[in-house]
């Protein structure tokens, strides 16, 4: 069983649609992260979180502690937002979830 | 400078080359990783240098060998390789080992072995 399990693992929306990623994770945390990978490319860091909700620009993410889940919302979708979207937690290591695959379509 | 800079971005070795990739960050991170990527799958940990000393080595074949010269440099020594391990190589670095403090990913070396 993965540490990090996401859904969905692939995503179609319409330009402007509001999405929602969700990552529920099994192990005990210090902080949890979510990336971002564009085709062939590097990883980059859009949040980490340990509490509560984090917002930037049109992208906002929560956290549930006692639920051990989080969501990241992405509203007014943009072609430019498709990308591969990772969960990745820390704990004794460093747990990556199989990410979801976002296509946002104009 | 805030980032993680990986050289190069591609590298094409044949089986019996020697080569290396290079990461450096300048944030002073005492905690630096090496990733290896394969096509949509997550990334897999191979190596955790922190403080300068390994202090994981996650079963990685011999063919693969990093180094940490100090505390902004991490390489990773490849030496016949096969074309399995063709893919992407990540660099990464936290602030402490427990990533507390958010980890910086460096952009990647796409390497192809032929």
């Known amino acids: 069983k993965n540490e990090v399990e996401q859904s969905p693992q692939n995503l179609t929306a319409q330009e402007g649609e509001f999405i929602t990623i969700n990552c529920s994770y099994s192990?005990?945390?210090?902080?949890l992260h979510w990336l971002q990978q564009h085709p062939g490319g590097g990883i980059v860091s859009l949040f980490m979180l340990s509490s509560g909700k984090k917002k930037h620009g049109r992208l906002i993410a929560t956290i549930n502690i006692q639920e051990k889940h989080s969501s990241l919302h992405i509203t007014a979708s943009h072609p430019r937002d498709s990308a591969v979207y990772i969960c990745?937690?820390?704990?004794?290591?460093?747990?990556f979830g199989t990410g979801t695959s976002l296509t946002v379509i104009p | 400078d805030t980032e993680v800079t990986q050289t190069p971005k591609h590298l094409v070795m044949g089986m019996t080359n020697k080569k290396s990739l290079k990461c450096e960050q300048h944030?002073?991170?005492?905690?630096m990783y090496w990733y290896k990527q394969k096509a949509k799958k997550p990334p897999e940990l191979m190596f955790v240098?922190?403080?300068?000393?390994?202090?994981i080595n996650e079963s990685v074949p011999s063919r693969f060998s990093p180094e940490c010269p100090n505390s902004s440099l991490l390489n990773l020594h490849l030496h016949a390789l096969q074309p399995e391990d063709s893919a992407l190589y990540l660099c990464a670095s936290s602030q402490d080992p427990g990533g507390d403090y958010g980890y910086t990913f460096g952009s990647g070396t796409r390497l192809t072995v032929v």
């Open positions: 192990v005990g945390i210090s902080a």
């Open positions: 240098y922190s403080y300068e000393k390994l202090s």
């Open positions: 944030m002073g991170h005492r905690a």
């Open positions: 990745a937690v820390a704990g004794n290591q460093f747990y």
